[in-house]
Structure formats: C-alpha cells, structure tokens
C-alpha cells in the first residue's frame, strides 16, 4: 500500500490544520447539539465536583498534599494540609501552586506533570510543566518555604526529561543535551549530574547508554543511613539493566564497561526494588527454579556478594497474580488479584521467615489499591477501593491495627436494580478469557471496553461519567480481561506479544460473541471504546471483525503499524508489537495493521476517532490518516482532534467533558436505535 496521507504526520502543517479544523467542526455540527450539551454539562458535573475524593500523596513531613481540578480552578492546584485537616469534612488546603494564576502571569498554557521534594528539609522541589499535557516538559526548581520559583534555581528546558535529587546541591538529569544525546525512541540517552550554580554543559557524566536503547535514567534513595544512586538503562520496554553508583566519578557507557557501576545481577525483564536494606526481585520469565509472576526477596548486600539465598514471597497459579507492592519502615503490603478481584496482605520480615496476614475490611470491594505509604517514617498506608457500582473509600491504615474511614466519595448515579456479573467466553483456542457486565437490558445497547496490553490489568471501578451517561440510560457497561493484560501475570501478558499479538483480538472478538449469545446484547446494539493500545484494538475490531459491532471509538490510537516506529515514541515499542522493517515482523503486523486493512468494498460500522495535536507519544497522524482513507472509501466515519491535552486528549476538564461526552453520544445515538432484525 502507498500511504496516501503521509502530509498528515506533519503535525502543524497549515495545510495538516486546516483538514484538522474542517473534520472538528463537521462533527461538533453533527453531534454538537442540545443532547450533547445536556450530557457534556452532567460529564462536567462529575469531573468538577468537589465532593470527590482527593487521592493524596505523602512526602515525609507531615503533610498530604494533591494535585486538584474543578471549575474554578480548571488547570488545578498544588496543595496541602496537616494530617488532622485532611480528616475534616472541608479541610484548610494551602495553595503551593496556582497553575491558572500561574498560566495568566506568564501567557502559557501550562499543564501539571510532575514533582519531586528533596526529603532533607522537605524545603525544595523540582516541578515539571508540560505545553498543553504534552509528554515533554520543562523543570523549574520550587521553595515549598517561600511559596516561589527560586531565583537562580535549577531549570531545564522543554524536553522529555527525568530528574531526581542527590542533595539540596546536586541533581541527576537526563534529558535533551543536544545532538545525538537521544535514543531513537526520542528519550534521554545520557544521564549527568548537576552542580547548582553551574551551567547545565559542565555536568558530569553519569551513564551514556546506546541510540537503540529506549532511555536511560538516574535516581537517588535519600534514606537516611541507606543513601545510594541507582542508574537504569532500559534496553526495550521489557529488559533494563539496574546498577548502583558508588560516590565519586564514575561515567561509564555500555561499549565501555570499565567505569564503578555495580549491576544487579538479575534478569533483564525482571523488576526490581531495593527499601533500606532488602532486594526485591519480581520475575517476568522462570529463574533458579522460580516461575514468572514470583516476587522474592533477600538482604542486598548478600546479593551483591554472589549469594542467592531468595524467599519466595509470591508465587502465582494459574488464576492469581501479583498486581502492586509498597513498603511502609518495616512491613511490606501486596496487592495480589485472583481472577480480577484483588486481595491486600501485609508481610513482615522475620529471623526465619515473612510473617504474612490479611489486611481487613477490604474484601467486599472487588478493587483496591495502595495509594501511598510513608517508608521513612512510619508503618502507616492509605488504601483506596471501589467497585462498578461502589464509589471509593480512601482508608487510613495501620499495621497492626485496622481501617480507619478517611474520605466517601458520592454516588453520581442511581445504582438501583443494577448488578455486576463476572462471565468468561472462550477464545479461538480455548482460553477462558473473563469479562465483568454492569447494568442494562437484555438486547439492549452495551458498550465494551478493553485494553489488552503492556501488562496493564483492567480491574473493577466506580466511574461516575460512565455511570450518568451510559449506565443510567439503561446501557450495559462492559469491561474485558482481554490477553495482552496482567490480570493473570506475565505469562497473559507475553501470550499476545509481537507475532501472538492476535490472540488479544481474537479474546477481544469471542468476549462480542459471548455477549451476543447470553442475550445481553445484539451486534448492531454493542459497542466498542479504546484507547492508544486499547484505540488499536479498537482499530482492528474494526477492520477485521466490523460484523461483530454497532459501533466504534478509538482514542489517541496506534493505526498505521507499518509507520508506528518512525513517530514520535513508536520505537519503544517494539518489544510488544514488533519490528515493521524486519520482514519477518512485518508479515504478521501487516496483517492486523488497521491502516493497511481498510477497503473500499467491505462495510464498516461507524467510527469516531478522538486525537490530540499535543500527543507526543502515539502521533496524531494515526488518527488522522485513518479518518481520511475511511472518508475518502465512503466510509462513515467522525473525526475529533483537541489542539490540547497530550496523550490523554485533555488538559482540563472542560475538554475532557467535551471528549468524554462525545464518545458517549455518539455511541448511544448509533446503538439505541439499532434494527436487532427481530
């Protein structure tokens, strides 16, 4: 296929914006009216609501502080409170950052991404802001005393950048330094560290890492008594090679091995974790006799002497997985999940073994997770769960103790008559593949959603958007444990890698039929939503089963896979998709590739496809491709494309109701309607 559009990668091209404009106010002519309204502003409602539970982090002083979003403050506020604030119904926030007041003071249009506090004196931070919600950023250093940017503090300019703290002098950078200093995924492939008071051109070299690596990184454990550096190379987004950087100069290259980096020695698509003096190792593939999914543990220091004397602190079954962890001084919590319903444990390291007990009064929720501890300071978690038709409670706890009630959030539909129904369809080669329905009518509209990739597990969750506009109108809701996921670990994971990639589809495809044969819905009732990996599968639903649907939305979606690894961050992406210029790769790629299996003469249902011109991870040009050959095959297609927003399409949320609403309506309005031919 000779690409017909490549003039649409070029994303600000006048003539790539104006194609972009005329398709944005096509579709807000069509769907854009009173209905819309209505819904977009109870969307709003929920994103805007200030009864919401506020998720917290800790940094070790004290204080609880978020990040937060209404209508009054539309690109949010950097806050805190003292603990016994935070347990008041309407808590005393103090405003760190004013990102809107900051916005009209300097005539930008930032958006928060990011901050790390230096935890001695916890009187500084670095702040990352991103144009629009884009990936890349700039760091600006912050007095968390003064209220200000520091005069003369640390600062780097826009690029896609990972900092962290040695001490109150010192940064580790890695980022832009110019010519050949990225990888060709277009992330850092040099990490320097950085001397206050210094230019940015006399750092010193830490790490330099290979063009073909995915990006490398540096981070400082300020633990006091425990104080070291470690320097990541990631290799592809699966195998890295984890070091430690002894004090004093240490540069050190992969061609040239000689410098004082300690490696790791563990496997390179194994995840590690070091708190004080413990080494965790969680495993990807079997090692010395221990099964992917297993988590152990052992003493660091032994490890880096050649011992290997591991405890198996998880070990997974054929329906059980390890999802999460998080130490607080001197436990360590587990989440774990048997077929996609979680289970929290706290673990205690013992002379002889781990003591292992539940933690209480989260097993009538179907999800929870850790949202934060404080490691240095105490034994003390805050654990959020939720389920489809459960709004959050975010809960203090305490090892040893139980579940102190901290936040509710409000119900934002009427859940009455609703339930939740856990079924499993079998796939083209037998795979019991599990799939959670809420809500609907038999042979109603039902709308399905999946992911199927990069190990990411989609688990039970209370949305309150999907609940006014989807649920409440009396549509099914529906979420698929497609493979490709991490619901049962590394191994459904790695079943739907680069040329088994099909698999996803084809559990994707059997979760429809399933569907369909349980009555709960009809093919011209069901529909389908996605986004980026899941805006892939979206793609492929829609090129190679377009029987099986009603309709279809993909959202900031991979499309043109032949193309994919020479956009923006395609190439770290190859572990999971694969390689389009090997020929051995492109031979199973070009067969799902959704912009390469569109044809004038097969019929589709209609797509709306949602991109941002901001995405510096998966290319607009994607979205904008596909909707251009569709509509020049006569195909029904909408196209939405916020100039704002990066990879999640949004920087506010006025935009995200916009965004939000729109997949709705335009679902709803093509599903409910249907002919079910009865």
Not at 512 to 531: E, F, M, S
Request: charged content about 25%; hydrophobic content about 40%.
């Amino acid at each position: 296929m000779i690409d017909p559009y490549p003039w649409l990668e070029d994303v600000d091209a006048p003539e790539a914006l104006r194609w972009v404009a005329e398709r944005n106010t096509e579709t807000l002519q069509e769907w854009g009216d009173t209905e819309f309204a209505r819904l977009k502003d109870a969307v709003r409602e929920v994103l805007d609501s200030k009864d919401r539970i506020s998720y917290p982090g800790w940094r070790g002083d004290g204080f609880y502080y978020d990040f937060w979003r209404d209508a009054d403050h539309p690109r949010g506020l950097w806050r805190r409170t003292p603990a016994e604030q935070f347990r008041q119904d309407a808590p005393k926030w103090d405003v760190l950052v004013d990102v809107d007041a900051l916005n009209a003071a300097e005539g930008e249009n930032w958006t928060w991404s990011d901050v790390t506090v230096l935890r001695d004196g916890y009187d500084r931070c670095l702040i990352s802001l991103s144009r629009g919600g884009a990936d890349a950023v700039v760091v600006r250093e912050f007095s968390l005393r003064d209220r200000a940017f520091v005069a003369d503090g640390f600062v780097l300019d826009e690029a896609k950048t990972d900092v962290s703290w040695q001490d109150a002098d010192h940064i580790f950078v890695a980022t832009d330094f110019g010519d050949g200093s990225l990888t060709s995924s277009g992330y850092a492939r040099v990490v320097k560290r950085w001397r206050r008071g210094t230019p940015l051109s006399e750092a010193e070299l830490i790490f330099e890492g290979d063009a073909d690596d995915v990006l490398v990184s540096a981070h400082h454990d300020q633990t006091a008594g425990h104080e070291r550096t470690f320097v990541t190379r990631m290799i592809d987004f699966y195998r890295s090679e984890h070091c430690l950087l002894p004090p004093g100069p240490s540069a050190q290259t992969p061609s040239s091995p000689a410098g004082a980096l300690v490696r790791i020695d563990i496997p390179d698509d194994a995840n590690c974790d070091v708190h004080r003096d413990w080494l965790l190792i969680r495993l990807r593939s079997p090692w010395l006799g221990h099964p992917a999914g297993a988590l152990l543990a052992t003493g660091l220091g032994d490890f880096l002497a050649g011992r290997r004397d591991l405890t198996v602190l998880f070990e997974p079954d054929e329906r059980t997985s390890l999802q999460a962890w998080a130490w607080t001084r001197n436990h360590l919590l587990l989440v774990t999940m048997t077929d996609v319903r979680t289970r929290v444990e706290i673990l205690t390291p013992d002379t002889s073994r781990w003591r292992r007990e539940p933690v209480p009064g989260t097993a009538d929720f179907a999800s929870s997770w850790i949202v934060d501890t404080d490691p240095d300071n105490g034994d003390s978690y805050l654990l959020a769960s939720e389920g489809f038709l459960q709004p959050a409670t975010l809960s203090l706890g305490t090892v040893g103790g139980g579940l102190d009630v901290l936040k509710q959030a409000p119900g934002f539909f009427d859940t009455a008559g609703m339930t939740v129904r856990q079924h499993f369809a079998e796939s083209a080669d037998g795979t019991r593949v599990p799939y959670f329905v809420v809500g609907g009518t038999p042979g109603g509209p039902a709308l399905l959603y999946g992911y199927g990739g990069f190990e990411i597990s989609l688990t039970p969750s209370y949305n309150g958007v999907t609940g006014r506009g989807w649920l409440a109108r009396g549509g099914a809701y529906v979420v698929a444990n497609i493979r490709g996921g991490g619901e049962y670990g590394p191994a459904w994971h790695r079943a739907a890698l680069r040329e088994n990639r099909v698999k996803a589809y084809e559990d994707f495809a059997a979760v429809a039929k399933d569907l369909v044969a349980r009555g709960i819905t009809t093919p011209q009732r069901l529909g389908i939503n996605g986004g980026s990996n899941g805006g892939l599968l979206m793609g492929v639903m829609l090129t190679r089963y377009p029987e099986l649907f009603g309709a279809v939305v993909a959202s900031v979606p991979l499309l043109d896979m032949r193309r994919y690894t020479k956009l923006l961050a395609g190439r770290s992406w190859m572990a999971e998709y694969g390689d389009p210029d090997d020929p051995a790769d492109w031979a199973y790629l070009r067969e799902f590739s959704p912009y390469q299996n569109v044809h004038p003469d097969r019929s589709y249902p209609p797509v709306l496809l949602i991109t941002s011109t901001r995405d510096d991870r998966v290319h607009p040009g994607h979205a904008r491709k596909m909707a251009a050959l569709l509509r020049a095959q006569g195909h029904e297609v909408a196209y939405y494309e916020n100039v704002e927003g990066g990879h999640g399409a949004a920087a506010d949320n006025e935009q995200a109701a916009t965004i939000r609403a729109l997949t709705l309506e335009f679902l709803w309005r093509k599903l409910k309607g249907a002919d079910t031919g009865g």
